[in-house]
């Protein structure tokens, strides 16, 4: 599955391309469903986090599937390994495409994460840095002395040495992160901001599509900018003649 997505995120000519994920961060079923049918198959990959997850539950996941589109998982695991392992177990059971964990779990988390998804390489399995909501004051706030990029380096290289597939980094640090765990370990950035945007304000370390597809980011995940346009399609597409 991951050598699959790896080669399917391939331009005509053999070079990498940035796909695009659109966060269905809405309250009700009925809303995303109305999303995935507007912005399908110009958008065929779709995050599901707590917001419509803790709503509709696995029906969210099967809903996105049923049309033909894959899911993003963003539950952002951080428990016990044991439990740690048993979401993972569950995600998989739903066919997800990528799921995430917190790296400050830790290496006995990330560990039975890897193992609870065993051979089948699906989902994918990336381990979240620091959250793009977070500048170095929010980091100094609970201990984090460490500057905010020595932090995402370290949290990369353990999340590596786990088995994890890739991670979840702000823009920022995407050159940082493929300089120090090369071409094949996935990066996928939230806190994308596009150009016509006016949703800056939760966000501290954002970059546009370009930007992020031009430092190497495999996956961009962008929500408001499209779900909350008057034309979610016309947006998300503005957001694609954007990436190479």
Known sequence: MTALKRRDNRGAHGAKRTRLIVALDVDTLTKAGRLVGALYPDVSIFKIGSQLFTKSGPASVAMVRERGAEVFLDLKFHDIPNTVAGAVRQASS??????????????????????????????????????????????????????????????????????????????????????????????????????????????????????????GADYIVVGRPVTESKDPLKAARNILLDLP
Do not use: Y
Not at 123 to 148: F, N
Not at 165 to 170: I, N
């Open 94 to 215: 739903m066919g997800v495409m990528i799921t995430n964990i917190h790296a400050l779990g830790g290496k006995a988390m990330m560990e039975s994460a890897f193992q609870a998804r065993g051979r089948r390489k699906t989902p994918l399995l990336l381990a979240v840095t620091i959250l793009t909501s977070m500048d170095q004051k929010e980091l100094d706030s609970i201990g984090v002395t460490r500057g905010s990029r020595a932090q995402v380096k370290k949290l990369a290289l353990l999340a590596q040495d786990c088995g994890m597939d890739g991670v979840v980094c702000s823009g920022q640090e995407i050159g940082m992160i493929r300089n120090v765990c090369g071409k094949d370990f996935i990066v996928l950035t939230p806190g994308i901001r596009p150009a016509f945007s006016a949703f800056n304000q939760d966000q501290k370390r954002v970059v546009t599509p370009r930007q992020a597809s031009d430092e």
